[in-house]
Nanobody
Framework: QMRLVESGGGLVQAGGSLRLSCEAS????????VGWFRQDPGKGREFVAA????????NYANSVKGRFTISRGNAGNMVYLQMDSLKPEDTATYYC??????????????????WGQGTQVTVSS
């Protein structure tokens, strides 16, 4: 079964940190760009961060730049999102997704063709 599984979400106070993981099963992440998106109920899906196939290039939404860091695992089938200095407005369900291409960091959701089920992040004030 081909799937992406996110983990690491939870409840944290403002100013705290969380590290999200995205693990691929039955599909490859190596050789593809990978992105993180988030969605709050009643709002549209929002791009958070993306990393290219080699891990050398990244892109971040302005709202998280300087606080979040996306990285790839050495094994090639894991991607992480380190979230520091969390704010209540970061509360959302976070999804990882595999890009259709190896270096597309635009964050356009239509350029991602495999999605996980999401992990909830709640930041209390």
């Amino acid at each position: 079964q081909m799937r992406l599984v996110e983990s690491g979400g939870g409840l944290v106070q403002a100013g705290g940190s969380l590290r999200l993981s995205c693990e691929a099963s039955g599909i490859l992440l190596g050789g593809y760009a990978v992105g993180w998106f988030r969605q709050d109920p009643g709002k549209g899906r929002e791009f958070v961060a993306a990393i290219n196939w080699s891990g050398r290039n990244t892109n971040y939404a302005n709202s998280v730049k300087g606080r979040f860091t996306i990285s790839r695992g050495n094994a090639g089938n894991m991607v992480y999102l380190q979230m520091d200095s969390l704010k209540p407005e970061d509360t959302a369900t976070y999804y990882c997704a595999r890009g259709k291409y190896n270096s597309d960091l635009s964050g356009a959701s239509g350029n991602f063709d495999a999605w996980g089920q999401g992990t909830q992040v709640t930041v209390s004030s």
